[in-house]
Nanobody, 122 residues
């Protein structure tokens, strides 16, 4: 089971940290992806991390602003989002695959958490 949290309403330029807590599954064997779906847009992969290898991937549009990280003890993956822009507004989802390689493609992931809404607006 995956539980995403941390969304909210923020002004442009501010920050949010999203959390994805995993339970009922071996955290160290997971690849975790963060995805988002904005209004009228298709779902897109934002960032991913392999818990086994710690390899990381980002979509170009968020490089330098977002950071994905993990806390093995808490079985949680974080998405730190800085310098937020209105176009970052979306429902953010986390997803998991039991494999050592992460991907930004949603079809890679069989396990999904519920979304958390991020709204960036002044």
């Amino acid at each position: 089971q995956l539980q995403a949290s941390g969304g909210g309403l923020v002004q442009p330029g501010n920050s949010l940290r999203l959390s994805c807590a995993a339970s009922g599954i071996t955290f160290g064997s997971l690849a975790i992806g963060w995805f988002r779906q904005g209004p009228g847009k298709e779902r897109e992969g934002v960032a991913c991390i392999s818990n086994r290898t710690s390899s990381i991937g980002y979509i170009d549009s968020i490089k330098g602003r977002f950071t994905i990280s993990k806390d093995n003890a808490k079985k949680t993956v974080y998405l730190q989002m800085n310098s937020l822009k209105p176009e970052d507004s979306a429902v953010y989802y986390c997803a998991a695959q039991i494999f050592s390689i992460c991907s930004l493609h949603q079809n890679w992931y069989p396990y999904w958490g519920q979304g958390t809404l991020v709204t960036v607006s002044s």
